[in-house]
């Protein structure tokens, strides 16, 4: 009788693998009644947690952007100038950089530095702020941006590194009017009918996540003068310790002390 009711526990035991070694936990921790797992015998492997027991995922962060500029504080920095071409090909505009397409039909492009020196990583050249970065900081945008940048070879004069005219290819009408410290569009009345409707004048730039559709690079409709990157990008070059480069968010509320109504302005004081 007792051989019999040995085999029956050891049939139970084949037959439940998943439960704990011992018989007594066959029953002691069922799967609907405890809330945690028995813990594994030791030597076993740990047993995996079931979906519906595993912890909530945590909810996502929200999408953050950034104004990447150049970081004018930084000493001993190197001007460089508008691109040119070296192939007779003459430049238009020195905005076309900026103006969130592709460029091409330029040939080879070259830059002189104000002094004479090696460029930061990363550095607006000339009147068109075109963005110069260096082959390291190119690279992270290739791998991380593919789709949404255009990476033009440049020589810069007297040196021999390479660096690349950096091209956001995407023009996202993407600002958040009401959240901005201050806006001013074009009128009529401003002489300038092609720009009619555009941002004259932009403060507290704020941009909407929503209407990026997840774009990593891109240029913002009406205000091209900025280059959005997303956080992924930013926290790439801050690792990478790449020079140069600095950068204000975009999403977000505006810092307190980059409040104020537009068009305020403090009364000047008459003398007497």
Request: aromatic content about 6%.
């Amino acid at each position: 009788m007792f051989r019999r009711f040995t085999e029956a526990l050891r049939v139970l035991a084949r037959r439940s693998p998943r439960q704990a070694s011992t018989p007594g936990a066959l029953w002691e921790n069922p799967p609907e009644v405890s809330e945690q797992a028995a813990e594994p015998a030791l030597g076993e492997p740990p047993r995996r947690m079931s979906a519906a027991r595993r912890p909530a995922a945590r909810a996502s962060r929200p999408v953050r952007y950034f104004d990447l500029h150049d970081d004018y504080r930084f000493p001993e920095r190197v001007e460089l100038s508008d691109p040119v071409s070296l192939e007779k090909v003459k430049v238009d505009s020195v905005w076309q950089f900026t103006s969130g397409a592709r460029v091409t039909g330029l040939g080879k492009l070259r830059c002189a530095p104000q002094p004479p020196g090696v460029p930061l990583d990363f550095s607006l050249a000339g009147a068109g702020l075109t963005p110069i970065v260096s082959a390291r900081v190119a690279s992270i945008f290739r791998e991380l941006a593919p789709d949404d940048v255009q990476l033009l070879p440049v020589e810069i004069e007297d040196r021999r590194e390479r660096f690349f005219i950096l091209v956001a290819t995407r023009l996202l009408r993407c600002i958040d009017e009401r959240a901005c410290t201050e806006l001013r569009l074009y009128t009529p009345e401003d002489g300038l009918p092609e720009r009619v409707g555009q941002y004259r004048t932009v403060r507290g730039l704020r941009v909407d996540p929503e209407k990026t559709a997840g774009a990593r690079v891109f240029r913002s409709w009406g205000w091209p003068v900025s280059l959005i990157v997303s956080e992924g990008i930013k926290e790439a070059l801050e690792h990478a310790g790449v020079t140069g480069a600095r950068f204000a968010e975009v999403t977000g509320p505006v810092p307190p002390q980059h409040r104020r109504k537009a068009g305020a302005k403090k009364p000047r004081k008459t003398r007497r």
